[in-house]
Structures are given as structure tokens and as C-alpha cells.
């Protein structure tokens, strides 16, 4: 099996339909659209399933200091769910928590930033010694890339300092979250892995559940979309639909946006749909007649 980016290049240019049009489109331009796509379907799915999928949920280990209010987030957060102390070895043991806040508050909470300005701790931490506390956070989509392992263990694998296509990130846990596939080695191919963590100064990525068989030979790996296949097709569909106006294939862009519609249905309801055992819960704003506004008369 190929790696998504070698299926997603070849997809685009079936798409197209046109041999001489698709050798215009440089593949360059088709992997920075694929990184416009993937936001795109990514911010679509999210809206679409709101709060009943956990696809995308993460979390990572903050270590509060006294003194110290700002504290960095994950390269690839998106959203802000919560922020607990747990007792050592029992994640469902929760002795303290911390809602977000605004930037008029002074708490206790999180005020939020963004990924790349962080979050700040109200008010200042005075704790007398460190603590772990975990940030539960939903990641967004990260760019992607495949190539060589540089080294494998049970449970890490060391990337490359070039991948074969695609851009590795340096940002310490840039990857927390995604999938990281093997689909070419000797011994262990076709295993797929969470990432619990990655370290940009090594390149190394820990897994969050150790390989069944560890890899062993040339080693060949991916991180993967969101979506896996085959409902990983529409990314290919979408790039190649957007690129259709601006070469004249208007005609193959209404066909291809026919072939779309049931493929989006189909990713949606995968998204959505992860457990069967409970009915769905969305999420939504409150709206004003669900606030009483003098709740102690």
C-alpha cells in the first residue's frame, strides 16, 4: 500500500482527467493545496459532528512553577476542553481543575491564547513545589509527510532529518495526536500508532501504545490525515475541484462535485459516529431564554 501523499498526487491528476493540464499543476502547488483542503474538511467535520465525536482529542502534561503564569500550548492545538491535576497512575482520579477564562479575569482559571502565544495561569501559581497537571485540548490538522525511519524501538521512531515528501515540523509535540503508519519493512509493516509526544530537537516520536511486532529492515512510515482510507479520497477530490476553474475544466468541476456529495456524507457520518452503545450529544451555544440572570430570586 502507498503512502496518502503518493495516492493523493496521482488522485488529483485522475480527477483533472486532462494529461496535459495535470502536468501544469506542479506537484509542489498540489501539496500546498492539499494543506488548504485539509483545514478546510477539518473545520467542516468539527462543525458537523460538534461534541460527539473524540476524534482529534488530546492531551498533554503541563508542569506548574511557582511564579510562573505562562506556560506554552502544543504546536498543533485548536481548542481549549479542560485542565486537571489527577493522582499519579489514575487519570480518573481528578483532585483539582481550572475552567478557561477571560482576559478580564483574574480566576481561578486558563486564559487561552493560542498555540503560538500560550495559555496563562490565573492567578500566579504559589503551589510550594511543581505539579503535573494535563491539558485535555483537540488538535488540529498537521502537515503532513513520509519517509525512512531513521531508528525504531517497541515504542518510538526516529524521523528522518529529510523525509521523502512532505515538511517535518520542528515544534515539540507538533504531531501529539496524529497517526503514524508503517507501510513498508521487513518485519512489522502495516501497524499504525498514536503519537503521545514528539521531540523536534531528536525527531522523535513516542507512540502511545508500543509496536505489536516492532519493525525491523528499511522502514518506511507516514503521518496520516484525519481521515483514513478510503474516505481519505476527498482530499484528492477537493484539490482537484478547486483547481478545475482556473484551467477551463468547468464541466469535469460540476462532475466531480457530483461524486463528491455522497463521499462528504459518508466522511461526516464517520466522523460523528464513533460509539453505538449511547445516542448522540452536540454541543451549542446557550441561547438567552436558557440563562436566568438573577438565579437567587
Known sequence: MDAFLDRYLASVDRHLGDPTQAKRYPIADKLLDLRTVEVQIWEKLLS???????????????????????????????QFMGFERRQDGDRNMIMSSMPSISMYDSGPGVEVLDAHQGMMVRPEPSLGEDQDWTLIYVKGPVLLHYGTAASVTATTLVAP????????????????????????????????????AYNAT????????????????????????????????????DAAIDKCPSIGLFAQQQTLIQRRRPLWDACRNYFASNVTDRMPTRSARLMADDVDPYPEI
Not at 213 to 230: D, K, N, Q, R, S
Open 202 to 237: 531528536t525527531r522523535t516520536f513516542t507512540l502511545r501504545t508500543a509496536w505489536g511486532t516492532t519493525p525491523t529492515g528499511t522502514i518506511l512510515y507516514e503521518i496520516c490525515p484525519a481521515l483514513p482510507e478510503p474516505y481519505d479520497a476527498i482530499y484528492a477530490l
Open 161 to 196: 532529518v529529510s523525509p521523502t515528501r512532505g515538511e517535518l515540523v520542528a515544534m515539540d509535540d507538533y504531531y501529539a495526536g496524529s497517526i503514524l503508519r508503517v507501510y513498508s519493512a521487513s518485519v512489522g509493516m502495516f501497524q499504525s500508532r498514536v503519537i503521545s
Open 48 to 78: 458537523a459532528s460538534g461534541q460527539e465525536s473524540t476524534i482529534g482529542r488530546c492531551e498533554h502534561t503541563i508542569t506548574l512553577q511557582d511564579g510562573v503564569s505562562f506556560y506554552t500550548l502544543p504546536g498543533n492545538f485548536r
